[in-house]
């Protein structure tokens, strides 16, 4: 029995560590369909929410950091 | 009922995307959803036709049919809405839609691409017509105003017919008849099962 | 296309304001407070709110109508089209855009970048306050400060170097009243160097065609298309760049089954839709156009009885068309003789036929010449004057017809006035200042390297330094310089500085400058150079989607456009600069001496009818403000192909659709406007009108007059010259003349009253008397196939400064080296350098440039616009397939581009395509922001880069300039393209 | 236009396609351009126009250029989303319920007709061997809990909303869907890691002989009365060994290609992979019922294989005779209880 139970342990563990890794690789789509050329600051966030996973519903009012993409915009090092 | 479809004349569109931006004016679309965008066949060379394609609103739409949680739904004039309630964001509808037309705020990996998103023929969706809840979700609602999609009705060339199926069907076969040329009425035996006699 | 629709107008109001209190003008649809969070109290005024706070409040979205939206019209402030739009406003906030059905022009349509002009007014990418560059580092200033630092420097700077040495630029994105403005601010400073985006736009066209007609701009309309049985659309490519213009043009294709003939180096969208298309070597016009002349007159299809009654010297041009054999025409051109027959029989046989054309013709050192030989064609062909027919001439920005109109020019006053003492002196009596204070105002030039001196007067009436050259005017030695001092000071007005060819000298040039002042509502490519440490100050200005005034589209017609939503952030209004550096220069109370200033901002009406008192030259003198808003009421009463209302209308009566210039005579007249110039089957009061005797009577022993050709019901049935008080006393009709009219006259007149003529009769008067005898005032004369004082009388070819084919460059050399415009013009020698260094071997590929339908002009606008940036995120080069696969370079890749010159180089993207022919590749002008690979994006000042960068095609194009207006030549010089 | 597709031709038509050469020949106007670049006599853009039957000649899909950086948006019309449409919706269904019940209902009829096998009586009865040590049973039930989940979860995309749906209204489904998803695709990775380790720990014993030949013909002892030879693993469990790792590495491949879309397949590659990983999905669950069925209910102590491990002499004998013989040759002094690690195959 003990086994068993270590099995589902360690299965429920690795599926953890999956998620962790799939959700961490996760692009949102401004990021994956913005090119070399552009800097994307404010993607907005209609139709898919602030925490950009198509949920609008959203529990907090506070800035969230979907509704300005992530990366601060560059500060002017001039030579 | 009007029976609401697409029909993107094809020697009129010259690639402008009007429509493009008309949809992201009107609904507030973030980067990277593209309900609406022009494919331009046959790129640079004499024949070379560019179509502007979003959700068809497909009759048997293989979308709502494929769809593993059933969130989506016909409406009346026959414009297919889903609920992004509902939605898992599994993507199957996307290997369906013949016209690529499902967007997912995330890319990347099938776990957690987030609800899907896509053309409404402004016409929103399930929360009441012209709420604030359905604007944030679905954008806004024309044709609960008595109006068309802005794409169509802003296309610069009037390429782009929206409304009735037989009246634009009319429309086109009237200009073919006119002008003596036409491409044909794009995906329509695809989405309608039948396309315009020309 | 709408089927099912319910009332015209947009009387749902589908915005409901959430909280009250919102903040004017700084928050974009969604940008209402959030229903929680915020309360009004927190809202500092618009002027001091931190944008974060802002920025994340987001709107109620389409909930009940509610009754508060109000409906504003303006005018896209991107091309010269003039597309209504419709904006929605709720509480001061602009949050939708609705389709303008009612306007003729574009019945509801937009192109991408007018879809989407509503993020303009809210992007956060804008320059939001002043700011100054301080050791390399952007500071933000007050408004008050750099007024007082700008206005103390250029004090010093005129002190020291005198008023030639500052370049005001001013730009064609300006409302008429804001391009009038600066170009009587240039002329209150004291210089004729006042330029705008014309320079390198449509430069060489009004010049070429006023030299041949009398007035440089579209003769018809886009809706006047839809007569034509037959349209060339040659170096145009208005699928990309005047999208709603294609609507007339292919549903003129469609209704009338009219052949659609495209002539272009690249095979275009537009190009895409024509029945028949021509692939030309780029910087051969002439010989394709001389080409489809030789067949005209070789089988006689010419317009005979057109060319004996209005046409003078067309023999001439017979004796140059033939050389230009098909064998010699496809030897240059590359073109096939047989295909240009087929061209010329339809051009001359299938009529009404219409001449469209673009940058492809213009940009060019022949431009001048080119656009001769275009209304050449037409004249030949009888194609002018009737509806269907002309030369309609796609201009660029949205007023870059106004701008051009009223004097951003440095060879003229506004309205066409020359620089010549009698142009001076009717502005002086217009702008009731006395003509010995404007002539002080100018410097006196010294003798130098064998120049002789120039008096202030002789300086006054000395054309200034073109756009396409201001660096030059800085890198040169001063002695090759014509004036007392290079550029010291450049004040940059809505103007983006990546569209001038050769940057590297431009940063050169950019290093060197005392002061640069750039007023825009983005940071522009000049803040983006790595070329200067301090003196330089950005100025925001709002968009005239933010603004009141009027502007010209290409047709002629003045559209009024209402303020949609108050300047964002802390922009500020061209008027209220302009007042505010004026003030500060000590001459605003003669400079807005009749016109209405309210808390620093002068008043749009009180500008435009201080242009209606100037106008008469051109005809701006009948758009008072209240018929321009009387028409932007009653859009939908006009015809959409005639753009005429109905006569019997109270409102706007029997009116031509913004009364197209030229509008004759007082407002209270009620000219209807021109739609069609030189329509001589009208009488004058509906519009027709007659090519303008503006070249004397006589010459060579041959009448310049027309010969029995005349306007409909005309008292006068031959040609007639231009009409003077001296003229109308010889016809008697002086004593039509009214007594405070004739009074004026002879006031005006002083000693010489018979001199004063139709355009400096500040009564109007002779105006009036000329249309009650349906006579046009400026005469009813021959338009010119040989203009005498141009460089090439009758155009011929000439191969570009850098030809690929060094053969033909001795038989075909470019003009001469002479100096133009206080500088020498060495294309000549630099032609004949690059065949010696034999160029054309080591840069193989012809590079020539073009529009993008996502972005416009220099693009900082509308590659900060999400929407548009989206589509277009990378800078890229057509090359065709073959020239590719030799490279070794793959669709989407990276390649470098080099330049013939400065050993200029440029990193971008491949696009491999058939669209360009072998050898040659294609570059939109659009993109700015890297530079030689690098991607300067940390030069902008924080948070105002543009969404997308992307490197400059002018860093790789080259020296060469038209002699006539000094316009660049970015269709046709040499690259190589090698994989990154 | 597209003549209708069956199932079979579905599976054909899927494999040309993932086939088919990536990059076709750019397609041409019926009349091309004869000078390609150079000066096209007669180039008529407007009569040369393209459309949707020549373009169908040239290529199973029409795809076109586009500006924007999303590949997946060149494709304008793919009426293969049709044939997907039409196999999820009118034949997987039916298949997977024939299949599924199918085996229910076989292995039900087979416990009817030959009911529950049990083992002779002997002397050895009681006594018992070690078959799977701690970390055999762990590999196994980690895999076997895994399989179980991810195959409610997998079936749940195609009956769910048939039958599940009704029941329990469409909210509380979609959140269960939600979780299913969620499920299978995080389940799916330690599925695959005991696959692999079940496939390393059991090969060397799996490895067909002619012995199992004998088995098979006997009928896995069905057949007469004598239990026919076996080792550690007989015949039939060598099947399941392979079936598993077998449709592991199919069910793994395609699971991975549409958990990563469009990463190394265009839209109808994708396609193809939902078909594979449907059908291979059903074919492998109605596999195993067999395989739970026979480790449960259908043979009287060989759940204490995997139970507790350690099984019944008398049952060992009788069903692996020669591991059996082999296990007591290698500890002389007979059979060891201690928990120590089996003998390595010799």
């Keep these: 029995m003990k086994a068993f139970i270590l099995a589902v342990i360690a299965a429920i563990g690795l599926g953890v560590v999956a998620m962790y890794a799939l959700t961490s690789n996760q692009k949102f789509a401004y990021q994956a369909f913005a090119t070399s050329g552009a800097r994307v600051s404010e993607p907005g966030t209609n139709l898919v929410g602030e925490k950009w996973n198509g949920d609008p519903r959203t529990n907090d009012t506070s800035e969230s950091a979907h509704g300005k993409a992530t990366g601060e915009p560059s500060h002017p090092k001039r030579s | 009922m009007a029976r609401m479809k697409f029909l993107c004349d094809a020697d009129r569109c010259i690639e402008c995307n009007a429509c493009v931006t008309a949809c992201k004016n009107e609904h507030e679309v973030p980067w990277g959803i593209n309900r609406r965008r022009v494919v331009t066949l046959n790129d640079g060379k004499p024949g070379e036709r560019s179509v502007s394609m979003a959700c068809m609103h497909c009759t048997d739409a293989p979308c709502a049919a494929v769809c593993p949680v059933n969130c989506f739904y016909t409406t009346a004039d026959a414009v297919v809405l889903h609920s992004k309630d509902i939605c898992i964001g599994c993507g199957y509808c996307f290997y369906a839609c013949p016209f690529g037309a499902p967007q997912y705020p995330r890319v990347g990996n099938f776990g957690s691409r987030g609800k899907m998103d896509k053309c409404t023929y402004c016409s929103g969706g399930p929360e009441p017509d012209l709420s604030v809840a359905e604007y944030e979700k679905y954008g806004s609602n024309r044709l609960a105003e008595g109006k068309l999609p802005l794409c169509a009705e802003m296309c610069s060339t009037k390429a782009l017919l929206a409304g009735d199926g037989e009246m634009i069907a009319e429309i086109y076969k009237q200009r073919v008849i006119k002008r003596g040329y036409g491409s044909g009425a794009w995906g329509w035996k695809t989405a309608y099962r039948e396309t315009v006699a020309l | 296309m709408l089927t099912k629709r319910k009332s015209g107008e947009a009387s749902r109001t589908k915005h409901q304001a959430v909280a009250a209190g919102l903040a004017a003008g700084v928050l974009d649809r969604r940008g209402f407070l959030k229903k929680s969070g915020l309360t009004a109290g927190a809202l500092a005024a618009a002027g001091t709110i931190q944008l974060g706070s802002v920025r994340q409040a987001r709107a109620a979205g389409s909930s009940a109508t509610s009754p508060d939206v109000q409906i504003k019209k303006n005018v896209c402030t991107h091309c010269s089209v003039g597309c209504t739009v419709t904006a929605e406003v709720v509480n001061g906030v602009w949050v939708g855009q609705e389709p303008s059905y009612a306007s003729p022009i574009n019945r509801g349509t937009h192109c991408a970048k007018g879809a989407a002009i509503r993020e303009l007014v809210s992007s956060d990418r804008r320059l939001k306050y002043p700011m100054k560059l301080v050791g390399g580092q952007w500071q933000r200033v007050s408004w008050e400060q750099a007024i007082e630092e700008i206005g103390d420097k250029l004090g010093a700077i005129r002190e020291k170097n005198g008023a030639d040495s500052v370049y005001w630029l001013g730009s064609a994105k300006f409302t008429n009243e804001a391009a009038y403005l600066m170009r009587k601010f240039g002329a209150f400073w004291g210089t004729n160097s006042v330029d705008h985006q014309a320079r390198i736009c449509h430069s060489t066209t009004v010049a070429g065609v006023a030299n041949t007609w009398g007035y440089g701009a579209q003769t018809n309309s886009y809706n006047d298309i839809r007569n034509a049985k037959t349209m060339i659309i040659l170096g145009g490519n208005p699928a990309e760049a005047h999208p709603i213009s294609m609507q007339h ?128 064609l037409c004249l030949a062909t009888g194609n002018v004057g009737k509806p269907g027919t002309g030369a309609n001439i796609f201009r660029g920005h949205t007023n870059v017809q106004g701008a051009t109109d009223l004097g951003l020019d440095v060879t003229s006053l506004p309205l066409y006035y020359g620089l010549v003492e009698g142009g001076w002196r009717h502005w002086a009596r217009v702008w009731d200042v006395p003509y010995e204070w404007l002539q002080s105002r100018f410097d006196e030039v010294p003798a130098a390297a064998g120049r002789k001196a120039r008096s202030r007067k002789e300086n006054m009436e000395a054309p200034g330094i073109t756009s396409t050259r201001w660096f030059d005017a800085v890198n040169l030695p001063p002695e090759q310089i014509d004036q007392r001092s290079p550029i010291k000071a450049f004040m940059v007005f809505g103007h983006g500085g990546n569209t001038v060819t050769r940057l590297p000298e431009a940063i050169e040039g950019m290093n060197k400058l005392e002061l640069l002042v750039v007023a825009d509502p983005h940071p522009t490519t000049f803040a983006a150079l790595d070329a200067r440490q301090d003196n330089t100050y950005l100025l925001p200005i709002c968009t005239s989607l933010e603004m009141e005034g009027s502007r010209t589209a290409s047709n002629r017609s003045l559209q009024w456009g209402e303020q949609i939503v108050k300047p964002a952030f802390e922009s500020k209004n061209d008027y209220e600069v302009l007042y505010l550096l004026a003030k500060k220069l000590g001459f605003a109370e003669t400079l807005f001496k009749n016109i209405k200033v309210e808390n620093n901002v002068p008043s749009a009406e009180d500008l435009l009818r201080e242009i209606n008192r100037g106008g008469w030259s051109t005809g701006y003198c009948g758009q008072s403000p209240e018929r321009l808003k009387a028409h932007m009421r009653n859009q939908h009463k006009f015809d959409l192909i005639t753009l005429r209302a109905p006569k019997d209308d109270p409102e706007v009566g029997g009116d031509y659709y913004g009364l197209p210039w030229p509008c004759w005579g007082k407002p209270e007249l009620r000219h209807p406007g021109s739609a069609i110039l030189y329509n001589t089957s009208l009488h004058v009061k509906d519009g027709g009108s007659t090519f303008r005797a503006r070249f004397g009577t006589e010459r060579n022993g041959q009448t310049l007059l027309a010969e029995d050709s005349f306007t ?198 491949a696009l491999v395509t058939d669209r360009v022919g072998k050898g040659v590749a294609f570059m939109p002008f659009h993109f700015s922001g890297w530079y030689e690979g690098k991607d300067m994006r940390d030069y902008y000042p924080k948070g105002t880069d543009p969404v997308v960068l992307g490197e400059s095609v002018n860093s790789v194009t080259t020296y060469g300039f038209d002699p006539v207006t000094g316009m660049q030549e970015t269709k046709c010089t040499l690259c190589q393209i090698k994989a990154a | ?259 990563f879309p469009f990463a190394l397949l265009d839209i109808n590659g994708m396609q193809v992979m939902q078909v594979i990983h449907s059908l291979i999905g059903i074919a492998f669950i109605a596999g195993i019922l067999a395989h739970i069925y026979i480790g449960t209910l259908g043979m009287k102590g060989a759940y204490d294989a995997m139970g507790s491990g350690k099984v019944d002499l008398a049952w060992a004998r009788a069903h692996h005779d020669l591991w059996v013989e082999q296990e007591q040759a290698k500890t002389a002094s007979g059979p060891q209880l201690s928990g120590r690690h089996p003998a390595a195959a010799e």
């Design chain 4, 1 to 259: 236009m597209r003549r209708s597709v069956t199932l079979l031709s579905t599976l054909v038509v899927a494999s040309t396609l993932l086939a088919a050469p990536a990059a076709f020949e750019p397609v041409q106007a019926q009349n091309p351009m004869t000078q390609d670049g150079q000066n096209p006599m007669g180039a008529k853009p407007t009569a040369d126009s393209v459309n949707e039957e020549f373009l169908f000649k040239n290529a199973d899909k029409i795809t076109g250029r586009i500006s924007i950086p999303d590949r997946k948006a060149a494709n304008l019309i793919q009426p293969q989303g049709r044939e997907y449409q039409s196999f999820r919706e009118h034949y997987l269904p039916w298949i997977g319920a024939a299949f599924i019940l199918g085996m229910i209902a076989a292995l039900g009829a087979f416990f009817l007709w030959r009911g529950r096998i049990l083992t002779e009586h002997s002397q050895e009865s009681g006594r018992k061997i070690l078959r799977f040590n701690t970390f055999e049973r762990f590999t196994h039930w980690m895999t076997a809990v895994c399989f179980i989940i991810l195959s409610l979860s997998g079936l749940n995309y195609i009956f769910g909303k048939r039958l599940l749906m009704p029941l329990i209204g469409p909210e509380a489904f979609g959140a269960l869907a939600q979780w299913a998803k969620y499920s299978h695709v995080y389940l799916a990775w330690p599925f695959m890691f005991g696959v692999v380790m079940m496939f390393v720990v059991w090969i060397k014993d799996n490895i067909p002989n002619r012995l199992d030949w004998a088995w098979i013909k006997a009928g896995g002892g069905f057949i007469g009365k004598k239990h026919p030879h076996a080792a550690r693993f007989n015949a039939g469990q060598k099947g399941v060994f392979w079936m598993v790792a077998g449709f592991g590495v199919a069910m793994s491949v395609t699971g991975l290609m549409m958990l």
């Design chain 3, 249 to 376: 043009v292919l549903s003129g294709k469609e209704i009338n089954r009219a052949n659609m003939i495209v002539i272009d180096p690249r095979f275009t969208r537009t190009a895409a839709h024509a029945t028949e298309y021509v692939r030309i070597r780029s910087g051969t016009d002439i010989p394709v156009v001389w080409g489809i002349l030789w067949h005209v007159f070789q089988n006689g299809w010419e317009d005979k009885e057109f060319i004996s009654q209005r046409v003078y010297a067309m023999d001439d041009v017979r004796k140059e068309v033939a050389k230009w054999t098909p064998e010699e025409v496809e030897r240059v051109s590359g073109v096939p003789g047989e295909q240009l027959r087929r061209v010329a029989e339809k051009f001359a046989k299938e009529k009404p036929a219409t001449l469209i054309w673009c940058m492809g013709a213009t940009q060019h050192t022949v431009g001048t010449a080119n656009v001769r030989a275009l209304c050449i």
């Design chain 3, 712 to 909: 409909k019901d005309s008292d006068l049935t031959d040609g007639y010259p231009e009409f003077t008080f001296g003229v109308f006393k010889k016809l008697g009709w002086d004593k039509d003349l009214t007594a405070d009219e004739l009074a004026t006259i002879l006031k005006i007149g002083g000693d010489k009253p018979d001199t004063v003529s139709w355009a400096t009769d500040l009564s109007g008067g002779i105006q009036r008397v000329c249309l009650d005898h349906g006579v046009i005032p400026f005469g009813n004369g021959k338009a010119r196939a040989n203009a005498w004082n141009l460089p090439d009388p009758v155009p011929v070819h000439r191969e570009p400064v850098y030809s690929p084919r060094p053969d033909l460059v001795a038989k075909y050399p470019t003009r001469p080296d002479e100096r133009q415009f206080r500088m020498p013009n060495i294309g000549f020698s630099v032609q004949k350098a690059a065949v010696e260094r034999n160029v054309a071997r080591d840069f193989p590929i012809i590079l020539t440039s073009g529009r993008l339908v996502e972005y416009e002009g220099g693009g900082e606008e509308t590659r900060s616009n999400p929407w548009l940036a989206e589509l277009q995120q990378d800078m890229f080069v057509e090359i065709n397939t073959g020239d590719a696969a030799e490279r070794g370079i793959k669709d989407g890749s990276w390649v470098w581009v080099t330049g013939a010159e400065n050993s200029s180089k440029a990193k971008m993207k």
